[in-house]
């Protein structure tokens, strides 16, 4: 009897650290498959990039003259436009004083002849406008250089990019489809899209960079401005960005005078040191 109730004492004694070390166990495992889960959700998430930090700094980029050499193209459409209402004499003088860097709105109603209320400048626009693309499609046109170096640079350093411009959106659009068939990270890097005669004010007026800024979520003294022409330069530093002129219709000084922080030649000159020196 003293025997049995020793083993029967022993017995009961090591259930429980029997059943503790299974228990143990089962939640060790648990454990180890909750931490698999995880990193698996992580690794997923980080694929799906909904864990990538927010951009430090943005690239807001005006479209013609500064992607693309769009000038030309749009001369014969203001040629082919004008000779329809029996105006002659477009060539890119005309052009340079008349259209460029202007909204559509005002330039119609200051180069159409005789009287031209909304409807008829709204018209003109819409037509000028499938001119244009219609000769983007037939022509093309060229893309300024290093242009595709810069949109890789941008898709490496993880710097987003915002469309900003002045012009019809089937204009920009057409613009921004021959760009993106020719450089590679053009589509991953343009994010958005701003057209300033959407907007409540177009360029010179800061409303389409204050719109481009918040597309891309930072604020405009995060944000480089790229751009060619006065209208545009004076739009970005109204917004409060810092802008970057490039020299394909204007001079260095004149850019720099106008309130450009940096001027460039073309894209070559835009590297990631570039661009982190304008913002240091």
Not at 28 to 49: D, K, P, Q, W
Not at 201 to 206: C, E, F, I, Y
Not at 258 to 274: D, Q, S
Request: proline residues 4%; charged residues 20%; aromatic residues 4%.
């Amino acid at each position: 009897k003293g025997c049995y109730s020793q083993v029967l004492h022993r017995s009961r004694s090591a259930a429980p650290k029997v059943l503790h070390r299974s228990r143990a166990a089962k939640e060790l495992s648990l454990a180890r498959l909750h931490l698999i889960a995880l990193c698996a959700t992580a690794i997923a998430a980080r694929n799906m990039g909904l864990f990538q930090s927010k951009p430090k700094t943005a690239c807001l980029l005006d479209i013609d003259g500064t992607l693309a050499l769009t000038d030309p193209l749009y001369v014969k459409a203001f040629q082919d436009l004008m000779a329809a209402e029996g105006v002659s004499g477009v060539d890119e003088a005309w052009f340079a004083e008349h259209v460029a860097g202007k909204v559509d709105s005002v330039v119609f109603k200051n180069v159409l002849p005789g009287n031209v209320d909304d409807a008829r400048a709204n018209a003109a626009s819409k037509e000028k406008d499938r001119l244009f693309c219609a000769r983007v499609a037939s022509d093309g046109c060229d893309i300024v250089p290093g242009l595709a170096g810069f949109f890789t640079t941008c898709r490496a350093e993880k710097i987003p990019c915002c469309a900003v411009s002045n012009a019809q959106r089937g204009g920009c659009e057409a613009v921004l489809k021959h760009v993106k068939a020719h450089c590679p990270d053009a589509s991953s890097a343009i994010r958005d899209l701003v057209v300033g005669a959407e907007c409540a004010r177009a360029k010179p007026h800061p409303d389409p960079y204050l719109e481009g800024a918040s597309r891309v979520g930072l604020p405009p003294s995060r944000c480089l401005v790229f751009e060619d022409s006065r209208t545009g330069i004076k739009a970005g530093v109204a917004a409060g960005c810092v802008v970057v002129g490039l020299t394909t219709s204007m001079t260095a000084s004149a850019m720099r005078e106008a309130g450009c922080a940096a001027t460039v030649k073309n894209w070559t000159e835009v590297t990631a040191e570039f661009l982190q020196g304008l913002l240091a």
